[in-house]
């Protein structure tokens, strides 16, 4: 088989490289080539998922702000204010897991290409794996990724957790004593968001950049 070399921009599907053995020494088995083809499309078409999700994932920050601060604005002068206030931890709680499912999807993804997509790639190539989408793995090293990631969890703990406590604490502190049925939507909001809360920690991806 002959390896696919980069086109003349650097990024697309150029003419096919010279013919290199595999890492053992053995030529690429019969049909590698288009195998690599394959493989090289599914990359594209995750890349470009990555990428869409990644933008959706980053606008729900700002998405987030400007809804809490449009609904907090709305009831800020009614004189229903400390139970309208119970609106704002659903806003934070839907935005929080809409955002979540977006992160883990990034990070699913990136995973699959390092750990799954690479190395067939490489064998259906015969280079080493260490040749093929380094990005993919370089990107992720540094010595500020770690305290990076601590920080990010910090932000999203304050972005879509912290606000629902305080708007709980808000309303308890605004009425005194809450009705029975705000009481129990006031206890489920508090349970959502740290299943939420805890969900955010989990999926936080803290290691150093290696994999396993």
């Not at 490489?122 to 093929?132: E, F, I, K, T």
């Not at 090293?141 to 932000?155: C, D, E, F, H, I």
Request: proline letters at 7%.
């Amino acid at each position: 088989m002959e390896p696919l070399s980069a086109g003349p921009d650097g990024r697309g599907r150029g003419a096919p490289g010279p013919r290199r053995p595999a890492s053992d020494g053995s030529s690429p088995p019969p049909g590698s080539e288009r195998l690599c083809q394959v493989l090289i499309t599914e990359y594209e078409v995750l890349k470009a998922e990555q990428s869409a999700r990644i933008e959706a994932r980053d606008h729900l920050m700002y998405a987030t702000l400007a809804v809490f601060g449009a609904t907090a604005a709305a009831i800020a002068g009614t004189s229903r204010a400390a139970e309208l206030v119970l609106l704002l931890p659903p806003v934070c709680i839907v935005l929080g897991w809409t955002y979540l499912a977006n992160d883990e999807k990034v990070s699913a993804i990136g995973r699959y290409l390092r750990t799954t997509l690479r190395p067939r790639l490489a064998a259906a190539a015969g280079v080493d794996a260490g040749l093929v989408l380094a990005w993919e793995s370089v990107h992720r090293g540094g010595p500020l990724r770690v305290s990076g990631k601590y920080l990010q969890l910090a932000v999203d703990q304050i972005m879509f957790a912290l606000p629902v406590v305080l708007c709980v604490v808000l309303h308890f502190l605004s009425r005194g004593v809450s009705r029975p049925e705000l009481t129990v939507v006031s206890a489920a909001e508090l349970a959502a968001v740290a299943v939420l809360s805890t969900r955010i920690v989990l999926a936080m991806d803290a290691g150093d950049g290696r994999e396993p």
